[in-house]
């Protein structure tokens, strides 16, 4: 069960990684999305998660690997376009910076993040880091609170 302020421990957590951002600069968090109907089951859990980033004032895009979800990597190049950034910083939105990470996102084939977004020639530079959201301490202690309330909630 989601509580009440996981989306703002979580953004913070993530936040923690962007290196200083000047003007003109902005992130963009590719989560993974599903194929099924399960992100609009839960609320949009992208969406949710992109209105805490923007309540926090933070110049962050939040999207899905998933074509088939939204946002897709087409939203958020556009959401990048408008809001004017000319430099992106790519994150992985996922516990784990595997596959998706290193080819979905960051890498040299036509159909990655990073080449669409250097293809559409908007931007002055797209920067990918490959780090999953596992490495974080606020992270990690995110999902052991979640699991002690999880046994705990057994054991009655």
């Given at each position: 069960?989601?509580?009440?302020?996981?989306?703002?421990?979580?953004?913070s957590?993530?936040?923690?990684?962007?290196?200083?951002?000047?003007?003109?600069e902005?992130?963009?968090?590719?989560?993974?999305g599903?194929?099924?109907?399960?992100n609009?089951s839960?609320?949009?859990?992208?969406?949710?998660?992109?209105?805490?980033?923007?309540?926090?004032?933070?110049?962050?895009v939040?999207?899905?690997?998933?074509?088939?979800d939204?946002?897709?990597?087409?939203?958020?190049l556009?959401?990048?376009?408008?809001?004017?950034?000319?430099?992106?910083?790519?994150?992985?939105?996922?516990?784990?910076?595997?596959?998706?990470?290193?080819?979905d996102?960051?890498?040299?084939?036509?159909?990655?993040?990073?080449?669409?977004?250097?293809a559409?020639?908007?931007?002055?530079?797209?920067?990918?880091?490959?780090?999953?959201?596992?490495?974080?301490?606020?992270?990690?202690?995110?999902?052991?609170?979640h699991?002690?309330?999880?046994?705990?909630?057994?054991?009655?």
């Open positions: 069960m989601v509580g009440k302020n996981d989306f703002a421990i979580a953004a957590a993530v936040a923690t990684q962007f290196p200083t951002l000047g003007k003109g902005g992130v963009v968090l590719m989560g993974h599903s194929p099924r109907d399960n609009q839960f609320g949009n859990t992208y969406k949710m998660l992109q209105e805490t980033f923007d309540k926090m004032g933070l110049p962050v939040v999207g899905t690997v998933e074509e088939v939204t946002p897709n990597v087409d939203e958020v556009e959401q990048i376009k408008a809001r004017g950034y000319k430099t992106v910083h790519m994150f992985p939105l996922m516990i784990v910076a595997g596959d998706h990470a290193n080819n996102m960051a890498g040299d084939d036509d159909d990655s993040w990073k080449s669409q977004f250097e559409s020639g908007a931007f002055d530079s797209v920067e990918c880091q490959i780090a999953g959201l596992g490495e974080i301490a606020d992270i990690q202690q995110l999902y052991i609170a699991t002690k309330a999880a046994v705990d909630s057994l054991n009655g």
